[in-house]
C-alpha cells in the first residue's frame, strides 16, 4: 500500500483481531486465555501491551506473531487470515513478516554477534546486512564478540539486531527488559525507539511495567484474557523521563 500523506501511515492497519479466543483443556476445567479480543496494530506505530502475568497478553502476541493458533475468531495480515494458512505458510509469515524479541536473548554461544545476525539474513528475501544491523543497535564495535564477552544488554541488542535484519512489517517485543536492571532496559528501549522510529517498523511491546506505556503510540491494557482499555497517547514520551 503506497502512503502519501502521515495522516494515512498514522492510522493504516496492518493487523486486527476479531473476536479472538483461545482455550486451553485443563482436566475437568478450560482456561479462557483469551476472550472475544478486537486488537489492531497499526502502520508504523508501536504499540505497549501492559498487563499482570496471566492476562492474556503473550498468548495474543504468539497468536499474532503465528505462533499459535486461536480457539476462535480471527486474526486479519493485510487482508489474509492467518487461521487459513497451513504449516508451511505460517512458516513463511514468520519468517519473512514477524521478527520476535523475547526476555531471554536465545543466541547461539558458539557464534558471534554478526554471526548469530546472519542466521537470519541468509534466509530473508531483502535482508539489512548483519553489520548494519549491528550499527543500528549500537554495536558495530562489538560485532565479532561472542555472547558471554557481552553484557545482558548487548546481548539483547544484538537480538533486537537479529529481529529487525530481515526487515520485518512487524517487530513483537515479548518482556524485552525483562532480565535486565533499569538502567540496562532503558538502553533497550532506547535502541527499539530508534528501531521504530528510523525504520517505521509496526512495533509491540509487551510488559508489565506500567511506567513503559508512556514510550507508545497506543497503550492496550489486558485484564483477564480480554482488553480492559485502549489509550492514544498524544506524544511519545522520551526513555530517560519514564521510571518503573
Not at 478486537?38 to 504499540?47: K, N, P, V
Not at 494458512?85 to 558471534?112: A, C, K, P
Request: with cysteine; net charge negative; hydrophobic share 40%.
Amino acid at each position: 500500500m503506497n502512503l502519501s500523506t502521515a495522516t494515512q501511515a498514522e492510522t493504516a492497519t496492518i493487523l486486527t483481531t476479531q473476536r479472538l479466543c483461545k482455550n486451553y483443556p485443563m482436566g475437568e476445567l478450560t482456561v479462557h486465555a483469551l476472550k472475544n479480543v478486537d486488537f489492531e496494530l497499526r502502520e508504523g506505530q508501536l504499540t505497549v501491551l501492559l498487563g499482570a502475568s496471566g492476562s492474556g497478553k503473550s498468548t495474543l502476541l504468539n497468536i499474532i506473531g503465528g505462533l499459535d493458533k486461536a480457539s476462535s475468531g480471527s486474526v486479519i495480515y493485510r487482508g489474509g487470515d492467518l487461521g487459513k494458512l497451513n504449516d508451511r505458510e505460517l512458516t513463511d509469515y514468520r519468517r519473512h513478516h514477524v521478527g520476535f524479541v523475547f526476555q531471554f536473548y536465545n543466541l547461539i554461544s558458539s557464534l558471534t554477534a554478526r554471526e548469530n545476525v546472519a542466521l537470519v539474513t541468509d534466509i530473508a528475501n531483502d535482508p539489512m546486512k548483519p553489520e548494519d544491523a549491528l550499527a543500528l543497535v549500537g554495536l558495530a564495535d562489538r560485532m565479532n564478540h561472542f555472547p558471554s564477552q557481552l553484557s545482558g544488554g548487548e546481548q539483547q541488542r544484538v537480538a533486537i539486531a537479529r529481529a529487525i535484519a530481515k526487515r520485518p512489517s512487524i517487530l513483537l517485543c515479548d518482556e524485552p527488559t525483562g532480565a535486565l536492571d533499569v538502567e540496562t532496559g532503558k538502553l533497550v528501549l532506547t535502541v527499539l525507539n530508534q528501531v521504530n522510529c528510523q525504520t517505521q517498523t509496526t512495533t509491540a511491546i509487551i510488559t508489565h511495567n506500567a511506567g513503559i506505556g508512556a514510550l507508545g503510540d497506543v497503550v492496550v491494557r489486558m485484564s483477564s484474557g480480554q482488553i480492559a482499555e485502549r489509550i492514544e497517547n498524544a506524544t511519545r514520551a522520551n526513555v530517560e523521563d519514564i521510571e518503573w
